[in-house]
């Protein structure tokens, strides 16, 4: 890496950490919960209340880093983080007064869809999608290679969402992929988002506070960003992978997947509060 891709990663990795750290625990501290929005408390897995002030943090983190990003992605990267963050929003607040039981997985978004019911998951395919179709744009890229972009940026937003559903788990894949992505031009991409779920990671594993959709989306579509800016002959496999794991998500419990796998569920428990 060149001194001043790795200066400009480490500035821009401490910038989304620091205020990752910061606002995540202001927006989750005493009195918190008079200035959030009703309903910003979740129950965990053991039925523990959890704050998404974590997610919030983490969400205006990277989006500070992402202005210190290099000219070619500093506006997508601006894009995609405000986009995963504003579907999360309306995820974690508004979906669960609007959406049914029912309103679950592809084909339950879709029958919501056909009823005139706009669940969270469409209104997050709508507002993601947009946004990463125009930042593959800003980021350079035409024709196939624009859908191609966006589906890998579109994608991994879903599948570090799909992940956060036991602490620090969401957290811990955008840093492990992340990690051999910090080399290189587009480095500071991922040493953005590294960055800041590195700082919501302690929190998140002492269930305290937590990613939600607000954070899991904003740090997932950064990531793709990065993953969407690898070389041409990788790229479409990037996009299919991220693709697949969504499709995999309707027929298959990656909860369970992680428990009957041991080394991935030693390191699913690594830092987290024993049971």
Known sequence: MRVGAAIRSGAAAGLAAGISAGLGAVLSGRGASDALPEGW??????????SLGGGAGAALGAAA?????????????VLVVSAGAAAGVYDDLAAPRLEQRSDKGLRGHLQALR??????????????????????????????????RAVTIAGSANAINL?????????????????PLLLGAYGPVAAVAAGSAIAALPADLGETRMLGDTGA???????????????????????????????????????????????????????????
């Open 41 to 50: 408390t979740r129950s965990n897995y053991r039925g523990r209340p959890v």
């Open 65 to 77: 880093g992402a202005l210190l990003l290099p000219r070619g992605c500093r506006v997508a990267g």
């Open 115 to 148: 009823a005139g019911r706009p669940s969270g998951g469409v209104v997050k395919v709508a507002i993601i999608g947009a946004a990463a179709l125009g930042a593959a744009r800003l980021s350079g890229a035409r024709g196939l290679g624009t859908v191609t």
């Open 163 to 179: 992940l956060d559903l036991r602490p620090g788990r969401a957290a811990k894949a955008v840093v492990a992929v992340s990690a």
């Open 217 to 275: 989306n904003a740090l997932g579509a950064l990531l793709g960003l990065r993953l969407s800016l690898l070389p041409a002959r990788v790229q479409p496999i990037a996009a299919l992978a991220v693709a697949g794991l969504s499709v995999l998500s309707e027929r298959v419990s990656f909860s369970a997947v992680i428990a009957d796998t041991p080394w991935l569920a030693a390191l699913d428990r690594l830092g987290r509060a024993p049971q």
